[in-house]
């Protein structure tokens, strides 16, 4: 189904925030995607300080992965961790933004 989307999402803010403000199982984010735990603490730091919301604390989540994963971090991806993870509806708002 998403097979042919291998753009990356480097540069894809608007993908970010549509995914982000969907996202609101805090918690669940980081493991689906791997990250290293150093770089959650930081963002969780950076969180309270700062006092993000939680889509804005899942946009920088997402942001980090793309840093983290390079020229991997593409659309396919993405939706290859969320499906495996049943977040079906971020997958269906991934797919239709215009990219």
């Known amino acids: 189904m998403w097979e042919h989307r291998r753009e990356q999402l480097r540069s894809n803010n608007n993908i970010w925030r549509k995914c982000a403000q969907q996202w609101t199982e805090l918690g669940k984010e980081y493991k689906v995607l791997s990250m290293p735990s150093n770089t959650i603490e930081q963002l969780k730091k950076e969180k309270e300080d700062k006092q993000?919301?939680?889509?804005?604390?899942?946009?920088?989540?997402?942001?980090?992965?793309?840093?983290?994963?390079?020229?991997?971090?593409?659309?396919?991806?993405?939706?290859?961790?969320?499906?495996?993870?049943?977040?079906?509806?971020?997958?269906?708002?991934?797919?239709?933004?215009?990219?």
Not at 52 to 74: D, H, M, P, R, V
Not at 75 to 93: P, R, S
Request: proline share 0%; charged share 20%.
């Open 52 to 99: 993000w919301t939680n889509a804005e604390f899942c946009y920088e989540i997402l942001k980090s992965w793309t840093q983290i994963k390079g020229e991997q971090a593409t659309v396919k991806a993405l939706c290859d961790v969320l499906f495996a993870n049943g977040y079906y509806e971020i997958i269906g708002t991934i797919l239709s933004a215009d990219i």
